[in-house]
Every structure is written in C-alpha cells, then in structure tokens.
C-alpha cells in the first residue's frame, strides 16, 4: 500500500484505541487498583485480544477477494456506510456502562485471571470486528497479496493498540477520570426525553383508569 493509504490506516487505528471505552476503562482500573504486575498482565491480554478480533476479521475479509468485482463494491460500500455508523454510535454510546468504584473489587486477581478478563473483553468486543472487517475491507481490490496485506496491517494494529493500551494504563487516573466524564456527559445528554417519555407514560395510565 501507499505511504498515504498506511497513514490514513495507523490514524485510525489510533484514533479508535485512544478513545476512552470498556477495554481502556478495565486496563486502567487494573493498573489503579492492582500495581504494575495487573498492568503487563492487563495490558498483554487486551491487546492480544484485540488482535485475535483483527485475525477473525481478516479472515472474513480474504474472502471478498474472491468475489466478483460488481460484488465487492456493494460490500465496500456496505462497509463504508457501517463505518459512518460506527462513528455515530461512538459518540452516542457511554463509554462505561458501570463506573465502577475505586475500591470495587475487579474480577481478576493473579497474573492469569487479569490476563484472561482483559482478553475476554476485547476479543469478544464486536464494535472491534466490525470496525476491523469494514475497514480492511476497503483495501481489497484484486490487485495486491491480501493475506500480506493483512499480516502487515495486523503487526501495525498491534504495535498501535499496546502503545494506546500502555499509555492509558500507565495515566491510570487520568484514563478513568476521561471515561467516567464521557459517560456521565453522555447519559445526561438527553434527560428531557427520558421525562418526556415517562410522562406520557404516566398520562396514559391516568387516562385509561378514568376511563
């Protein structure tokens, strides 16, 4: 691939494992809570799991090369339109569904449990697989060696997610601190219309006992 294709490539994948989110928000709370040994632990398995969600995705995506071209643009277009969604539900989803206390015991105690709990997260994290199959997608065109490709992307994605992943752990507080903010912002967004709702609710009930 080109320099600028590479470059348009990295700024994604950074963008997306910078964002405060579940996998930051549990690194970061093992590495508050547990000490350096929960960060190597947390760290390695989150970024091991985001790489096997890569690898799922890279398989999936090797085989539109074998798809005729007329084929392949739908899904390429297909894959564009689910990348504009992506970015509405980044922004619109919280990004911690629990804020979690400091004192909040976490799943995970040795070495292996942190390891096992970060990489259960992030593997499983299909927001990821989604992202990765849409993306990559974009890069095939019948005139390049897919699986090299891929192989050179999955190497980048994981240089980039353990730089992203090690950097918020390593700024604990300050990672959890971001990602309870956008949460709490986030749940308060739109208060009005949660009333809203509410009240109609409560109104019908009214009127239906009155009848």
């Keep these: 691939m080109s320099a600028q294709v590479w470059l348009v490539f990295c700024a994604a994948c950074a963008i997306l494992f910078a964002l405060p989110s579940p996998i930051s928000?549990?690194?970061a709370s093992?590495?508050?809570i547990r000490g350096?040994?929960?960060l190597i632990a947390a760290v390695t398995g989150a970024t091991i799991g985001i790489v096997t969600t890569i690898t799922a995705a890279s398989i999936l995506v090797a085989g539109a090369e074998f798809l005729p071209s007329t084929v392949l643009d739908i899904v390429q277009w297909a894959g564009t339109g689910w990348l504009m969604l992506f970015?509405?539900?980044t922004i619109a989803t919280p990004a911690a569904r629990e804020a979690n206390a400091d004192n909040d015991n976490l799943r995970g105690k040795s070495f292996g449990t942190i390891f096992t709990d970060c990489f259960v997260l992030s593997a499983l994290r299909l927001r990821y697989f989604g992202f990765f199959v849409a993306f990559i997608v974009q890069f095939v065109n019948g005139t390049r060696d897919v699986i090299?490709?891929?192989s050179q992307m999955q190497a980048v994605a994981l240089l980039?997610?353990?730089?992203?992943?090690t950097i918020q752990a390593s700024f604990a507080r300050l990672t959890i601190r971001s990602v309870r903010?956008?949460?709490?912002?986030?749940?308060?967004r739109n208060p009005k219309r949660t009333h809203f709702i509410a009240g109609?609710?409560?109104?019908?009930?009214?009127?239906?006992?009155a009848a």
């Design 25 to 27: 928000y549990k690194v």
């Design 181 to 188: 903010r956008m949460s709490v912002t986030k749940k308060l």
């Design 148 to 150: 090299e490709m891929v």
């Design 30 to 32: 093992y590495a508050a």
């Design 87 to 89: 970015s509405l539900w």
């Design 36 to 38: 350096k040994r929960a």
């Design 200 to 209: 109609r609710a409560v109104t019908a009930g009214y009127r239906r006992i």
């Design 160 to 165: 980039i997610a353990f730089a992203c992943l």
